[in-house]
């Protein structure tokens, strides 16, 4: 569903985001290694993973990461993750956090992020503690941030279920982080998306823990 105008939110588990402007973005790719639903809704949009500029990876747990090497086959997008990350989604290093081994296939990282940077539209928010490169991602000229996992909204917001985090403290820290900063809309990998007093409602959040 389209839930900001070229903002389309494709109901995988998790959430894929596609940003369409003069280019197309595609943030986290499911835990479908032929993900057939993101490939249907570009499809349903007339266009292709060739059409892809960026490919953003929040993180490496398998239901992120799992579409992308099959998205990558037929497309030209740069890869673009957090640097720690990068080195989990290439798997030259073996993740050492919850849920254990992977099983995605290694795919390359054109793009190695950095708090703070922008590239391809995106502000980079680096959120470690869910796993050790863990991003969000703010779209400043629409008042978005795309959480990934860096909070969960499935039940009302809530820090991610701590079996999952690489880092309980450090995961608690960046949402204190995140709540420092002005978004109006959020998109979460895991719950609905927030449409109005977003950041506000993570600040509320951020007081409780
Ligand atoms: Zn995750």
Redesign the pocket.
């Known amino acids: 569903m389209e839930l900001l105008k070229g903002v389309h939110v494709i109901e995988t588990y998790?959430t894929t985001t596609l940003l369409v402007d003069d280019r197309l973005v595609l943030v986290d790719t499911s835990a479908d290694e032929r993900p057939a639903k993101i490939l249907d809704y570009l499809a349903k949009l007339k266009v292709t993973p060739r059409d892809l500029s960026t490919i953003f990876i929040t993180?490496t747990?398998p239901?992120?990461v799992s579409g992308l090497a099959a998205i990558k086959e037929d497309s030209p997008a740069k890869v673009a993750a957090h640097r720690i990350e990068a080195e989990f989604i290439t798997r030259r290093k073996t993740y050492d956090g919850p849920p254990g081994v992977q099983r995605h296939p290694g795919t390359q990282v054109d793009v190695l992020l950095e708090d703070g940077q922008m590239y391809d539209g995106l502000k980079v928010v680096f959120a470690p503690g869910?796993?050790r490169g863990?991003i969000a991602l703010l779209d400043e000229t629409r008042s978005l941030l795309i959480a990934?996992?860096s909070a969960n909204n499935e039940a009302g917001l809530h820090p991610?279920d701590d079996r999952?985090n690489v880092d309980a403290k450090q995961h608690r820290e960046s949402i204190k982080k995140i709540a420092t900063l002005h978004f109006e809309n959020a998109i979460f990998?895991h719950g609905v998306p927030i449409q109005g007093g977003a950041s506000q409602k993570i600040a509320e959040l951020a007081k409780r823990l």
Request: hydrophobic share 15%; net charge negative.
């Open positions: 998790a993180h747990h239901d992120h869910h796993t863990s990934g996992d991610m999952y990998g």
